[in-house]
């Protein structure tokens, strides 16, 4: 099988996964869609009260969205994608961060925003954006409002995709999803299938956490969002 017609990995829950799936079609990149992590929203939650929401995940827009019919409050988001979720779902953006905690806490608290501030959390989360805003002297909570649930094993297609050379590159978007795919590439017996396999984070950070493993390359986008990882896979194609 030619390099040119190898397939992109896509490991991001859905409905991100189709998305994105969809924006490397339009880029004539061919992928696999392999979720790493499941979504399971909270059921009959009531929203806390609050003066101003913040999201760290477009996920976190979703579920805000179907917890509460309030749209007037403002939203802070984490950076441009989260960012685009709660503008689809009709919230008000008051800011966009740098795509971190930290750069959301110092938004939040140059904005004047006293609180008290909701972070919309799942059951695992990066970062402790209320510790950083109650150290500022905001009035912060979280509030989980979905389940992030990780696979226990390879999914299957991506397995058979490694195994049978079919894979020119991974896509992971998260830390946590990157801590996940090398657990069970290291675990099912997978790493000679890296060889020839790119592996395209988001962040340093998701980067970081593959460090050692032996794929061809791996590789930190400049800028944490989608379109840096779409421009990477195509410019790495031969």
């Known amino acids: 099988m030619g390099k040119d017609s190898r397939l992109i990995a896509v490991t991001r829950p859905q409905p991100d996964a189709d ?3 969809r924006q490397l ?6 992928s696999l869609i392999a979720p790493f992590i499941d979504i399971a929203f909270e059921t009959n939650t009531e929203i806390e009260d609050a003066s101003a929401f913040a999201v760290t995940s477009a996920n976190g827009v979703r579920a805000l969205a179907r917890a509460t019919a309030d749209r007037s409050l403002p939203v802070y988001a984490v950076g441009p994608a989260s960012a685009e979720a709660a503008r689809g779902a009709g919230f008000c953006v008051a800011g966009v ?5 930290d750069s959301l806490a110092a938004l939040i608290a140059a904005s004047g925003e006293q609180g008290p ?31 992030a649930e990780a696979v226990h094993q390879m999914p ?4 058979a995709g490694l195994e049978e050379g079919r894979v020119e590159a ?20 997978l790493m000679d299938t890296l060889q020839d396999v790119r592996l395209i984070c988001l962040s340093k950070a998701v980067a970081e956490a593959l460090s050692g493993l032996p794929a061809r390359a791996i590789i ?4 944490p969002d989608a379109r840096a990882i779409i421009d990477i896979a195509a410019g790495g194609r031969t």
């Open 220 to 223: 930190a986008a400049e800028q």
């Open 117 to 147: 501030v909701l972070h919309v959390t799942g059951s695992h989360q990066a970062g402790d954006l209320v510790a950083a805003l109650t150290a500022a002297g905001i009035s912060a909570f979280r509030q989980q409002l979905y389940r």
């Open 19 to 21: 998305v994105f799936a």
């Open 97 to 101: 961060a740098e795509s971190s905690v």
């Open 156 to 159: 299957e297609a991506l397995r």
């Open 170 to 189: 991974v896509t992971l978007f998260s830390p946590r999803t990157a801590r996940l795919f090398r657990e069970l590439v290291e675990g099912e017996g």
């Open 25 to 30: 079609d339009e880029a004539n990149l061919p």
